[in-house]
């Protein structure tokens, strides 16, 4: 997949590269690494659960029916495509944008996060 486009115009709509973390502690858009947009969900790459999982996060994040999100490559694989009906490249950015802002905004609010190898004072 290396080498294309994070967001692609296609007819009635965009295919979205995608890159998940199944098993998440937290769920939803975390950021975009190297070409893919990075989607963190609780269900585990199980059955088709963090695939199902991903897509109602996408659907929701994007403002779009669930039934307008489809998988259409990487099914076994953390790297995927979904193909999403009835929006368009520049509404994908702007929201993708607009998600990552107000994650960083909280992240400020809340201060930084302790280092995992970092040990409270006892």
């Known amino acids: 997949m290396g080498g294309q486009a994070l967001i692609r115009a296609v007819e009635g709509g965009v295919l979205l590269r995608v890159?998940?973390?199944?098993?998440?502690?937290?769920?939803?858009?975390?950021g975009v690494r190297r070409d893919a947009v990075l989607?963190?969900?609780?269900a585990p790459p199980e059955g088709?659960?963090?695939?199902e999982a991903t897509r109602r996060v996408l659907a929701?994040?994007?403002?779009?029916?669930?039934?307008?999100?489809?998988?259409v490559r990487?099914?076994?694989?953390?790297?995927?495509?979904?193909r999403i009906q009835g929006i368009h490249p520049e509404d994908v950015?702007?929201?993708?944008?607009?998600?990552?802002?107000?994650?960083r905004e909280d992240r400020r609010t809340l201060g930084p996060?302790?280092?995992?190898?970092?040990?409270?004072?006892a």
């Open 48 to 51: 088709g659960r963090a695939n």
């Open 93 to 103: 950015q702007a929201r993708l944008q607009k998600l990552l802002e107000g994650a």
């Open 39 to 42: 989607v963190a969900v609780h």
């Open 60 to 71: 929701s994040a994007l403002g779009v029916s669930p039934s307008a999100v489809d998988l």
């Open 74 to 82: 990487g099914h076994a694989s953390r790297q995927k495509e979904f």
């Open 19 to 30: 890159r998940v973390q199944p098993a998440s502690r937290h769920e939803g858009i975390r």
């Open 113 to 121: 996060r302790p280092s995992p190898n970092s040990r409270p004072n």
